[in-house]
Structure formats: C-alpha cells, structure tokens
T-cell receptor, first 114, second 113 residues
Framework: AQSVTQLGSHVSVSEGALVLLRCNYS??????LFWYVQYPNQGLQLLLK??????LVKGINGFEAEFKKSETSFHLTKPSAHMSDAAEYFC????????????FGSGTRLQVQP | SQTIHQWPATLVQPVGSPLSLECTVE??????LYWYRQAAGRGLQLLFY??????ISSEVPQNLSASRPQDRQFILSSKKLLLSDSGFYLC????????????FGEGSWLTVV
C-alpha cells in the first residue's frame, strides 16, 4: 500500500524567501509523484509531476521538485516566494501499475508574509 | 481540449435529505473518473473511482454511492445525508494510461445542517 507524509501542516515564509515543502512517500516500488496546489474554494491544479527520467522536475509558477529515491522524498521548492503563492499544497502518489487513483498527503498550507 | 464540469458548486442540505452531485467530462472518451472528499482541515480522501460505464469501486464504507450512467458522467449520491457528510467534494478524471495527470473539477461545497 502507498502512503504520503507531508511534514508541517502550516508553513510561513516571508515574501522573497525560499519555499520548501516536504513530502515523503512509502511504496514498494517507486511511484509516480505529483504536487498539486489548491487556492481557496477551488479545485486542485497540477504544479508538477515526476514519472520517469530527470529527477529534478520543473513546474508552473517557478516551482520545482526533486525525486530522491534513496530518501523516498519529493520535496517542493521555490527560490523566492510571492504573495500569490499562498495556498494549500498537496503531494500525491500513484502506482505505476494497477490502480490509478491518487493517494494524497494531508496537505501543507503556505502563508507568505509581506 | 478536455474540460470537467461539476455541479452544484455549493449546497446546504438538512440531515436525512438526499444528495446528488454531478460531474461530466468533455473532450475525451473512456476516462477514469474519481470522487474525492476533502473534510475541513484534512487531506483528500478517495471515495469512488470508475474505469468504465457501470464499473464503480468504493474505497471506504460510507453513506454515499456513485454511479456512471454514461461514459463521461459520474454521479455521487446519498439517500439520507449525515452531518459527517459535510465537506468539499471533488470530481476528477484521467486517461486510462498510468502516469497521466489527474484533472480536478472546481469542487462542490456540501454543508449538512
């Protein structure tokens, strides 16, 4: 069975500071990995995903994430936070075979202070 | 291009009343379809998924049911709502190939009073 752990339900950074949102997964085989963002009262929007190939993945809005198999991690980063980045971020995994449904982490709410 | 529509966007229902949330996908055929629930302050929980018409898999025992009467239509229902059914419900779809992105609808806020 797969699981996802997001460390820190709330993260607060200053505008212009580095954003680091942590995600660790548990899976018998390396899964596909995703980061989604949810703005208030909206659905989820894909930020980036890792399926195969280069382990550093670049997404929208300046975000990137690195798949580290040895650490079973897929942390999300952005060099410089913007006020518009304030939202909830979800890490998710899905199996490379079999059932396709995403398993989500519990989410991290990012606050950006002026 | 593909789009996903979900409605109603918000609803307030009394305990014991029925529920019907609808979701349709346009611009693709034979999608995988999903219903997720997001309770306040919690992550997303998969409720149901479907790989084809009439094929529904339930992830957790609950007061809800799902149906897929047409290829691109997915309906979430309840005969009698409970207070604990309150939450944000998200419909989603993806193509039937592993590794593709799952796309979400805008969500439906359900408040059971």
């Amino acid at each position: 069975a797969q699981s996802v752990t997001q460390l820190g339900s709330h993260v607060s950074v200053s505008e212009g500071a580095l954003v680091l949102l942590r995600c660790n997964y548990s899976s018998s085989v390396p899964p596909y990995l995703f980061w989604y963002v949810q703005y208030p009262n909206q659905g989820l929007q894909l930020l980036l995903k890792y399926t195969t190939g280069a382990t550093l993945v670049k997404g929208i809005n300046g975000f990137e994430a690195e798949f580290k198999k040895s650490e079973t991690s897929f942390h999300l980063t952005k060099p410089s936070a913007h006020m518009s980045d304030a939202a909830e971020y979800f890490c998710a995994v899905t199996s490379r075979t079999g059932r396709r449904a995403l398993t989500f982490g519990s989410g991290t709410r990012l606050q950006v202070q002026p | 291009s593909q789009t996903i529509h979900q409605w109603p966007a918000t609803l307030v229902q009394p305990v014991g009343s029925p529920l019907s949330l609808e979701c349709t996908v346009e611009g693709t055929s034979n999608p995988n379809l999903y219903w997720y629930r997001q309770a306040a302050g919690r992550g997303l929980q998969l409720l149901f998924y479907s790989v084809g018409i009439g094929q529904i898999s339930s992830e957790v025992p609950q007061n809800l049911s799902a149906s897929r009467p047409q290829d691109r239509q997915f309906i979430l229902s309840s005969k009698k709502l409970l207070l604990s059914d309150s939450g944000f419900y998200l419909c989603a779809w993806d193509r039937a190939n592993s590794g593709n992105t799952i796309y979400f609808g805008e969500g439906s806020w359900l408040t059971v009073v």
